[in-house]
Every structure is written in C-alpha cells, then in structure tokens.
C-alpha cells in the first residue's frame, strides 16, 4: 500500500479533505494531537475498528479513546454525570480523556472491548478537531506505534511503524505535550487516575475537591490483579535499547547503572544517560543528553529520546529519575514502564 504524507503546514485543505474521506469510507489516517498521534477510524464503524488492533498488533482486551470535537458530543455517547460534566468543563479541550459509563447503541463493543464503560476525550490539537468535525465521524485513535514501542510525537515516528501499511499520515510537526492523555474514571463519585498525563492530580483536585491515583501508576500489577485500565498491563514504550531509571542520589545512582550495563554489554558498549540540565556538569566524560530542565521538558522529548537512542544504536538508556508530583508523575509512569520497572538506586 501507498502512504500518502501530507504536511500540514502547506497541504492544509488537501491533506483535510483525503484524510476525512478516508475515515467515512473506513480506512486508518495517522492524526497529530496535541499528546502524541493517533491512529485514527470510525469509532461506529466495527470494520474499521479492528484494523486498527491489526495494524498496530494490539492485545484485543485493551480498548480506545473515542475522540470528539464538541462538548455537546459526550453526553450522547455516555451516561456523564455531574463530575465528568465538570472536568470536561474545566480541561476540554485537552489531554484529559473521562472514562464514563457507555450509552447502549452508540459505540460498538469492538472499541469498549465489552466494557460497560466508554473512555471519551476532546482534544485541543485544532487539526484533530478538523478532522473529527470534517468527516463528521468520532473517532477512535489508540496511539500511532505498533504495540509496546514508543509512541509517536512526529509524523517521521509513524512512518517508522506504518509506512506501506496504512494510507494516509497528517503530518502536524511535533506534538505539544509529547505524552499521551491523562485518563481519568470519572463513574463513581470520585475520580481515579488511571493513567497520568498533562492534566495532572492537582489540576483535577482543584476542579473535583478530591482525585485518588491509582496504584498500578507507579508500581505494576501483581500476577491476577484486575486492570481498572487494561492498557495498564501490558509492556509499553519499548525501544530496543536496555532502559534503567537511576534513582536516589543521582551521581550514585548513575555510576552504579553505568557499572552494571558496562558488566552486562562490555566496556565498549554504547549508553546514553538522559538527565537534567543541572545534572550535565556531573556526566563529562559520559555519554550524556539534556532534556531539559523541568518534567514537562522531560515529557516533550522522552518517546523521541527513546527511538532516537536505537536510530543510533544504543545498548541501553539511562533516565534519571523525576519527582513524581506534577507532569513528573506522567514522566515516571512512563519511563517505569519502558524500563520493565527496573531501578538502580543511588545511596545517600
Ligand atoms: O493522548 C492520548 O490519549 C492518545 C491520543 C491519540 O489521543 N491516545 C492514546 O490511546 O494514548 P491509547 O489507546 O494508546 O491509550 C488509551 C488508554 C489505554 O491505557 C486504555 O486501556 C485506556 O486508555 N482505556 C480506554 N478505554 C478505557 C475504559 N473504558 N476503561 C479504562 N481504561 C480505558
Ligand atoms: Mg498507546
């Protein structure tokens, strides 16, 4: 199959037009937002659906993110009570995604997974807002990688995993936010974050009065623990290369990770330590890259990081590790995950 990539700075109206025809007639379009890209089809349409748990190799009991591009839109498709009626409120649109119960009729079960419940979001990205309301479809996007690899924060990411396999990518430049979406079960009467993301506990607490996290956000779920969020489970932002947080005593930390990859893959293996602005002075004669100085900065270049490392053929990867509070909840969640949970810690 032929890839058609329109850029949308300068095929604006063309790449529109193609790319919503092509979700009404069924087909994938790669979408940038302003998280990551999605892969994009007819939320109603069942057909089109399971192609994208076939392009992307997707475990079939993880369900998508239906995407739409009013508020208005949301009560049609769920039962939102009156906290989901305020979050949405507050942060659409944005990268906060509600998961609310399901309206029978409306989305099919291919996209739930037959869950009772729907997760349902309203993007700020103006480009996924053109498209949703230019087919007049919801859609539903998972992220644009194959399962398990990084997502894609640039077009030249999708191409990575979709080239030849689906026919149209939108290429919108980077992604502002460079994670995925905060999730948020909104059913009960107090939210659970599910998965955290740029709308973060204290922006939700301030809205809601009360917010809990749930505990497979930092740690993973014991053998039959039951998911709140399927996606949850499974191995997740995966390069090739070998992914080690350091943690505690940064210098600590980072020379024992060191020694122990240099162990595993000899003294001439190739690691890559992504820290802090603050921390570079300490990595001289490491091989070493800034990421900036604060979590969001971290969050913005992490998948980008990470596929650039095996571009460049990295053994392994060391990320310092960020306070877990703000954005950087988002940022260890992530980074926990890609590293298999595996943490070398610095002593004081
Ligand atoms: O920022 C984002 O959310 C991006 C862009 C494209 O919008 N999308 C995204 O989709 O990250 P995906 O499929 O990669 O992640 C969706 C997450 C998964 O962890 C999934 O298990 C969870 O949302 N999810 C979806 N429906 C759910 C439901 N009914 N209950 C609980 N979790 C749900
Ligand atoms: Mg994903």
Redo the contacts with the bound molecule.
């Keep these: 199959m032929q890839t058609c990539i329109y850029d949308l700075k300068t095929q604006y109206e063309k790449g529109m037009d193609e790319a919503a025809r092509a979700i009404q007639e069924g087909e994938l379009v790669a979408?940038p937002?302003e998280?990551?890209?999605?892969?994009a089809a007819d939320a109603q349409n069942a057909c089109a659906v399971e192609q994208i748990f076939l392009a992307k190799g997707?475990p079939q009991d993880?369900?998508?993110?239906v995407?739409i591009d009013r508020i208005e839109e949301l009560d049609k498709i769920a039962f939102a009570n009156k906290l989901a009626e305020k979050l949405a409120k507050a942060f659409w649109p944005g990268?906060l995604?509600l998961?609310v119960k399901?309206r029978p009729g409306m989305i099919p079960d291919v996209v739930?997974?037959g869950?009772d419940?729907?997760?349902v979001?309203l993007?700020k990205s103006a480009y996924?807002r053109e498209l949703i309301a230019r087919s007049g479809r919801y859609i539903a996007?998972?992220?644009?990688n194959i399962s398990g690899r990084p997502?894609p924060t640039r077009a030249s990411h999708v191409m990575e995993d979709f080239l030849g396999k689906i026919p149209i990518i939108l290429d919108g430049g980077e992604c502002e936010?460079g994670?995925?979406?905060t999730?948020v079960?909104v059913y009960g009467d107090k939210p659970v974050i599910?998965?955290p993301?740029g709308i973060t506990e204290d922006m939700i607490k301030e809205v809601a009065g009360e917010v809990e996290i749930s505990p497979a956000v930092l740690g993973g779920l014991k053998e039959g623990q039951r998911?709140?969020?399927?996606?949850?489970k499974y191995k997740h932002y995966s390069p090739k290369a070998e992914i080690v947080i350091a943690d505690g005593s940064t210098r600590r930390a980072i020379a024992n990770a060191t020694g122990i990859l240099y162990d595993k893959y000899s003294k001439n293996s190739k690691v890559l330590i992504l820290c802090s602005a603050d921390m570079a002075e300490f990595y001289d004669s490491m091989n070493y890259k800034v990421v900036g100085k604060t979590p969001e900065d971290f969050a913005h270049v992490l998948f980008d990081e990470l596929r650039r490392a095996d571009e460049e053929k990295y053994d392994a990867v060391i990320l310092e590790a960020v306070k877990p509070v703000g954005m950087g909840l988002a940022v260890m969640n992530r980074a926990l995950r890609s590293a298999g949970f595996k943490v070398v810690k610095g002593d004081e």
Excluded at 35 to 39: A, N
Aim: charged share 10%; net charge positive; proline share 11%.
């Design positions: 979408m937002t998280t990551v890209y999605g892969l997707r993880n369900p998508l993110i995407h990268p995604t998961v399901k739930t997974c869950m419940t729907v997760a979001r993007p996924a996007a998972p992220s644009a997502s936010v994670l995925e979406s999730v079960a599910l998965r993301g998911a709140a969020s399927p996606g949850m």
